[in-house]
C-alpha cells in the first residue's frame, strides 16, 4: 500500500463538519468520493482534527491508502478537478511512509478565532466571523487568555459530550489581538477537547465586555465545573490553520 498527506483548505459551512455523516454532507465524504472518482478505489481517510459543523480549515491535514503508486502532483490536480463544486481544495498532496498518521503523529494544532466587532453586520464574511456589535477591549481579552496558559483540567471548556479520556490538556498559546474591526484569537496545543476552543472564546467575550475581570475567566478555569463557562462561540469565527508534524 502507498500512503498520501492531503494539506486541505474548506469552506465549512455547508457542511456537517468533517466526519462522514449518514445522512448530511461532510468534508470527509467529499474528498473520499473525489478519491474514489480518482483512483477507483474505496478509502477511509483519516484527518488530523474532526472539526465540527460551520468550521473552517486552512490547513487540515488527512491522509489515506493507495494500492497503486500515484505521482503527488497529479493526485493534488486530479482531487481538486473531481472536488468541484464542492468549497474543499487539496493545497498539497505528498507520498509518507506508512508509520504517518494525521491525527496521532501531530506535536501541535493551530486554531484561530475570528471575530467582527462593528455595528454594522458582515456581509462578505458572512458565516466566517462572529459579529459582536458591542465594544470589546481586546486588551483586556489578551490579559485573561494569558493566565489560562500551561497545563490544567480544562472541565470548564469541555463538550459535556467529549469522549477524550482526560479533561488535562496543555495550551501551549492563547492570545487576542486586534485587527481594525476584528478580534482575532490564536490558540495553540497538542491536543484540544471537544468544544474547547469555542467554550473558552464565548468566555473571553464576558471579559470583553466588561462583565468579568481577567481573574473571574481564571477562576471559571479553577471551578473545573461546565456551568461556570460562558455561553460558546458560533462555529462560524473557527478556524483550523495549521498542524505541525
Not at 500512503?3 to 468534508?27: A, C, H, N
Not at 474514489?36 to 484527518?47: D, H, I, K, L, Y
Not at 506535536?107 to 466571523?129: D, G, Q, S, T
Not at 462572529?130 to 494569558?146: E, F, S, V
Request: proline share 5%; aromatic share 8%.
Amino acid at each position: 500500500m502507498h500512503r498520501y498527506k492531503l494539506t486541505i483548505e474548506y469552506d465549512g459551512t455547508p457542511f456537517s463538519g468533517w466526519q462522514r455523516q449518514t445522512e448530511r454532507p461532510s468534508v470527509q465524504q467529499a474528498l473520499e468520493e473525489a478519491i474514489f472518482a480518482m483512483s477507483g478505489e474505496r478509502v477511509n481517510t483519516q484527518a488530523a482534527g474532526r472539526t465540527d459543523a460551520g468550521v473552517h480549515g486552512l490547513g487540515q491535514v488527512a491522509h489515506f491508502d493507495l494500492s497503486k503508486a500515484w505521482d503527488p502532483f497529479r493526485i493534488r490536480e486530479a482531487l481538486n478537478y473531481h472536488l468541484r463544486p464542492d468549497p474543499v481544495a487539496v493545497i498539497l498532496a505528498e507520498a509518507v511512509d506508512e508509520s504517518f498518521e494525521a491525527r496521532f503523529s501531530a506535536k501541535a494544532r493551530h486554531y484561530e478565532y475570528r471575530v467582527l466587532n462593528r455595528r454594522a453586520p458582515p456581509v462578505i464574511e458572512r458565516n466566517h466571523v462572529w459579529h459582536l456589535p458591542m465594544p470589546l477591549d481586546a486588551d483586556a481579552m489578551d490579559h485573561a487568555a494569558g493566565l489560562i496558559l500551561g497545563s490544567h483540567d480544562f472541565t470548564t471548556f469541555r463538550s459535556s459530550e467529549c469522549q477524550a479520556n482526560s479533561p488535562i490538556r496543555t495550551l501551549d498559546a492563547f492570545a487576542v489581538r486586534r485587527e481594525l474591526e476584528h478580534i482575532v484569537i490564536t490558540a495553540s496545543a497538542r491536543s484540544f477537547l471537544h468544544h474547547q476552543v469555542r467554550s473558552m472564546v464565548g468566555s473571553l467575550k464576558m471579559v470583553g465586555e466588561g462583565k468579568w475581570r481577567p481573574a473571574d475567566f481564571r477562576a471559571a478555569l479553577d471551578a473545573r465545573d461546565r456551568r461556570r463557562c460562558g455561553a460558546m462561540a458560533p462555529s462560524s469565527g473557527l478556524y483550523l490553520t495549521r498542524v505541525d508534524y
